[in-house]
């Protein structure tokens, strides 16, 4: 079994920033494309972020491009989601989501991936 556990959310005004963090454990193996999905109250989760499992892709939403940046540390299995100039929109539970593969189709899909974390708060003050 792998494990996703994320750190980081919290209470933040508009305008600033956050870092989200993600840790894959457990029966890991080296390589996973690992993202980020995001859950406002009263909505469906949405795509934000996803870093291939080689580090050489990075794709984004539409709604984040130019404001938020994923990064990570592949042999350690971990991803980070640099969250600049946040929006009351970007109010969400944040969770982090991870390939069994090592190919990615469809990544707006939630079916794409394998394992999830608990999700991380994260709220945006006006």
């Known amino acids: 079994q792998v494990q996703l556990v994320e750190s980081g959310g919290g209470l933040v005004q508009a305008g600033g920033s956050l870092r989200l963090s993600c840790t894959a454990s457990?029966?890991?193996?080296?390589?996973?494309?690992m993202g980020w999905f995001r859950q406002a109250p009263g909505k469906e989760r949405e795509f934000v972020a996803v870093?291939?499992?080689?580090?050489?892709?990075?794709y984004y939403s539409d709604s984040v491009k130019g404001r938020f940046t994923i990064s990570g540390d592949n042999a350690k299995n971990t991803r980070y989601l640099q969250m600049n100039s946040l929006k009351p929109d970007d109010t969400a539970v944040y969770y982090c989501?991870?390939?069994?593969?090592?190919?990615?189709?469809?990544?707006?899909?939630?079916?794409?991936?394998?394992?999830w974390g608990q999700g991380t708060q994260v709220t945006v003050s006006s």
């Open positions: 989501a991870a390939t069994s593969g090592l190919t990615l189709i469809d990544i707006k899909s939630e079916n794409e991936y394998t394992y």
């Open positions: 457990g029966q890991t193996r080296t390589g996973y494309n």
């Open positions: 870093m291939s499992w080689k580090g050489v892709n990075r």
